[in-house]
């Protein structure tokens, strides 16, 4: 099993709403990320987990707040979005060493009205 | 600061063709570069890893090369196709960091 695996695969939230992405894989791999995307542009990091532990946060707002509750899970909640953050959130896992390849899931596609 | 750049930013040629993507970055202190390729409003696929004391590395019809000294990656790819048709991304490993820099893209599209 090679996947990482995302959902929802869209979602559509107004400013005031609360909601959370998933992001889940089975390769056991200690290192999960996240990315924003915007489009025609390439993809940012938001947060590193690293066994479990947040290890990197790329200043991102307080409305994102990353929680991984185990090895496998990664989620996102989302709260209070403006407009702007509208973008294809990315998720990533890897094995823990610098040297090993990034794997991707397919995105949720998050429109905030 | 540490910076990756991808030439062309778009690229549209014949099917059949044999295509070179161009990716440079502004620190030799590398610990890898890999190579994705990108479907619109998909996630990314990873094509090839180059560790930084390779030369190259090859599947299929792709070959990455990277020559740290000069900053510099090339992917090829031999006889395109239409399914070619995608963005290709670069990213890099810089030392000192843990994160992928990426680079802005290159949109290729091969025309049946």
């Known amino acids: 099993d090679t996947e990482v695996t995302q959902t929802p695969k869209h979602l559509v939230m107004g400013m005031t709403n609360k909601k959370s992405l998933k992001c889940e894989q089975h390769?056991?791999?200690?290192?999960m990320y996240w990315y924003k995307q915007k489009a025609k542009k390439p993809p940012e990091l938001m947060f590193v987990?690293?066994?479990?532990?947040?290890?990197i946060n790329e200043s991102v707002p307080s409305r994102f707040s990353p929680e991984c509750p185990n090895s496998s899970l990664l989620n996102l909640h989302l709260h209070a979005l403006q407009p702007e953050d509208s973008a294809l959130y990315l998720c990533a896992s890897s094995q823990e060493s610098v040297h090993e390849k990034l794997f991707f899931g397919s995105g949720t596609q998050l429109s905030v009205l | 600061k540490q910076e990756v750049t991808q030439i062309p930013a778009a690229l549209s040629v014949p099917e059949g063709e044999n295509l070179v993507l161009n990716c440079s970055f502004t620190d030799s202190a590398i610990y890898n570069l890999q190579w994705f390729r990108q479907d619109p409003g998909k996630g990314l696929t990873s094509l090839l890893l180059i560790q930084s004391s390779q030369r190259e590395q090859t599947s299929g019809r792709l070959n990455a090369s990277l020559d740290k000294s000069s900053g510099r990656s090339t992917l090829y790819i031999a006889a395109s196709q239409p399914g070619d048709s995608a963005t290709y991304l670069c990213a890099v490993r810089f030392v000192g960091t843990y994160k992928y820099i990426f680079g802005t893209g290159t949109r290729l599209k091969v025309l049946a």
């Open positions: 987990y690293s066994y479990e532990k947040l290890s």
């Open positions: 390769m056991g791999h200690r290192a």
